[in-house]
C-alpha cells in the first residue's frame, strides 16, 4: 500500500524537483568548468544540462499520462511515459557524442588545470543533490511504477558515478601532471553514458510494444488463478487458458479465458468472474482484468493467419 510520503511525492513533483536539481547542479558544474578549464568537467555540466531537458520533457509527458480516458484515447495516456524514456536515452547519446568531440580535440591539445580544489568542491557538492534525488526518486518509482521516474533516477545516477570519475580523474591529473588523462576520463564518461541512453531507448521501446508483464508478475496472477481453478476427478469445472498479458506505464493489464459448465446459469457464470477478476487486482496493484466466459468444450483459436486475408 501506498505511504503517505508515496502519495506526497508524486511523479509530477519528483519531476519539478529534478528541474530545479538540475539548474542548481548546471550552475554549480558550469563554475567547477569555468575555473579549472577542465574537460572532464565540462563533459560532466554537458550531461546536466541533458538532465533539465530530460526533466522538464518528463513532466510534460507524466501530466499527460496522468489524464482520464477519453474518446479518443478509451484507454487511458498511460505510455506517454514511454516517450518520456526514449527522449531521455536519444539525449543523453547526443551528450556523450558531444562530449567525445570536445575531449578528443583535448586529447591532441591538452592544456593545464586551474583551481583544482574549488573544482572538486563545486562538482561534489552537486553529485551529493542528484545522489539524494535519485535514492528518493528510485523509490517513489517503484511505489508508482513510473517508468518516466526510474529514468530520471538512473539518468541522475549515471551522472553521480560520472562526477565521481570525473574528480579521481582530476585528482590524478594534479598529482601526477598527466594532461591527458583529463580528456581520457572524459571520453570514458561519455562511454558510459552512452551505454545508459541505448539502455533506455530499448526499455522505452519494449513498453510501447505491449510486452508482458515481469515474471513475478505473471506468477502471482498464476497463483490466484489456480486458487479459482477447480476439478472433479478427471474433468475441469473450472479452468483458465489464453493468458495475455501488458504493460502500459503505471498500468497492467491481463485478458484471459475462463472455462466453466455450460450448464451454469449466466448469473452464477458471471458471479464468478467478478470475483476472479476482484482478486487478481488485488494482488497485483494497478491491474486491470479482462475475462472472457467459455462454455467448458469451447475453444478460442488466435493468430490465426486467414484472419489477416
Given at each position: 500500500m501506498p505511504t503517505s510520503a508515496t502519495r506526497f511525492l508524486t511523479p509530477q513533483r519528483l519531476l519539478m524537483a529534478s528541474v530545479v536539481v538540475a539548474l542548481i547542479t548546471?550552475?554549480?558544474k558550469t563554475l567547477a568548468w569555468y575555473v579549472t578549464d577542465s574537460v572532464g568537467l565540462l563533459s560532466d555540466a554537458m550531461e546536466s544540462l541533458v538532465n533539465l531537458a530530460s526533466a522538464i520533457f518528463g513532466l510534460v509527458m507524466v501530466t499527460i499520462a496522468a489524464r482520464p480516458a477519453d474518446d479518443d484515447h478509451p484507454y487511458g495516456h498511460h505510455k506517454a511515459e514511454y516517450f518520456s524514456s526514449g527522449f531521455e536515452g536519444i539525449l543523453i547519446i547526443v551528450a556523450a557524442l558531444g562530449i567525445v568531440w570536445t575531449a578528443v580535440h583535448r586529447l591532441l591539445d591538452p592544456q593545464p588545470i586551474e583551481q583544482v580544489g574549488w573544482g572538486l568542491a563545486l562538482?561534489?557538492?552537486?553529485?551529493?543533490?542528484n545522489?539524494?534525488?535519485?535514492?528518493v526518486m528510485f523509490r517513489a518509482a517503484k511505489e508508482h511504477r513510473s517508468i518516466a521516474l526510474e529514468a530520471d533516477a538512473k539518468h541522475l545516477t549515471t551522472d553521480v558515478w560520472t562526477s565521481a570519475g570525473v574528480v579521481i580523474g582530476i585528482a590524478l591529473v594534479h598529482y601526477t601532471g598527466w594532461l591527458w588523462l583529463d580528456p581520457v576520463v572524459a571520453i570514458g564518461v561519455a562511454l558510459n553514458i552512452l551505454k545508459e541512453g541505448f539502455h533506455l531507448i530499448w526499455r522505452s521501446s519494449q513498453g510501447l510494444m505491449d510486452e508482458a508483464l515481469e515474471p513475478e508478475v505473471m506468477a502471482t496472477i498464476q497463483q490466484t488463478l489456480d486458487g479459482f481453478a477447480s476439478q472433479r476427478g478427471e474433468v475441469a469445472i473450472?479452468?483458465?487458458?489464453?493468458?495475455?498479458?501488458?504493460?502500459?506505464?503505471?498500468?497492467?493489464?491481463?485478458?484471459?479465458?475462463?472455462?466453466?459448465p455450460a450448464s451454469w446459469t449466466l448469473g452464477r457464470a458471471a458471479a464468478v468472474r467478478v470475483s476472479v477478476e476482484q482478486a487478481l487486482m488485488s494482488a497485483v496493484p494497478g491491474l486491470r482484468a479482462s475475462i472472457q466466459l467459455l462454455p467448458s468444450d469451447v475453444e478460442a483459436h488466435f493468430f490465426d493467419e486467414a484472419d489477416l486475408k
Open positions: 548546471i550552475t554549480l562538482s561534489v557538492a552537486s553529485s551529493a543533490l545522489g539524494l534525488l535519485a535514492w473450472i479452468r483458465f487458458d489464453h493468458v495475455s498479458t501488458r504493460k502500459a506505464g503505471q498500468r497492467r493489464f491481463v485478458d484471459l479465458h475462463m472455462h466453466m
